[in-house]
Structure formats: structure tokens, C-alpha cells
């Protein structure tokens, strides 16, 4: 069964950059982040293929958050994020499918505050 662990949450002021990290067990067609803030629905914050083809971003992120996957270990994605904004405050939440047919598994979450 597959299953994920994010890291790399954090505080950090406006203007300055995380990394979070989502590692499977397994290799997975795609892994994708969502983000919840308080009193909002969970959103899509981006994606990224198994081969790194194909990656997708929300319009509020572009230019600023960046998927990529691990060169030696495939099962690890990241995301790194700069130039962070308050808006960007939220519970992040790494997700993977195993097939591209196939449910999401859902990570824990990793925190993410910008405040400063």
C-alpha cells in the first residue's frame, strides 16, 4: 500500500522560501500538493509526473513555486517555494497516485506560516 511523508514546513517571513519534501514508498504516476488555510477549502497548490513531464500549477503560485523530483530517487518530489506571501499560509499537504486511474493517498500535512 502506498504511502507518503512530507517535510519542511515552517515559518518563514514574506518574501522567503521553504522547501517541502514528499517522500513515497512507492513509485507513483504523479505527486501533487494541496493546501488548506483556515476556514477555506483545500486547494490545489501544484503537480508533478512520475518522469517530471508534466507539471502543473495553480495561477496564484506560478513563477514562484517550482515541482521537481529527486535525481537519484524518484520516489521523493519537492516543492520549493519562493518569494512566499501570507496568502500562501496553509496546512500543505503532499498527495500521490499510484496509477493515473488510481485514488489519492494523503500525506499528514506539513504546516507552512508566512508572517512576519
Known amino acids: 500500500q502506498v504511502y507518503v511523508v512530507e517535510s519542511g514546513g515552517g515559518t518563514v517571513q514574506p518574501g522567503g522560501s521553504l522547501r517541502l519534501s514528499c517522500a513515497a514508498n512507492e513509485f507513483t504516476y504523479d505527486t501533487s500538493w494541496f493546501r488548506q488555510s483556515q476556514g477555506s477549502e483545500r486547494e490545489f497548490v501544484a503537480s508533478?509526473?512520475?518522469?517530471?513531464?508534466?507539471?502543473?500549477y495553480n495561477d496564484s503560485v506560478k513563477g514562484r513555486f517550482t515541482a521537481s523530483r529527486d535525481s537519484a530517487e524518484q520516489k521523493t518530489a519537492y516543492l520549493q517555494m519562493d518569494n512566499l506571501k501570507p496568502a500562501d499560509t496553509g496546512l500543505y499537504y503532499c498527495s500521490v497516485r499510484h496509477y493515473s486511474w488510481s485514488q489519492r493517498t494523503w500525506g499528514r500535512g506539513t504546516p507552512v506560516l508566512v508572517s512576519g
Open positions: 508533478i509526473t512520475l518522469d517530471g513531464g508534466l507539471r502543473e
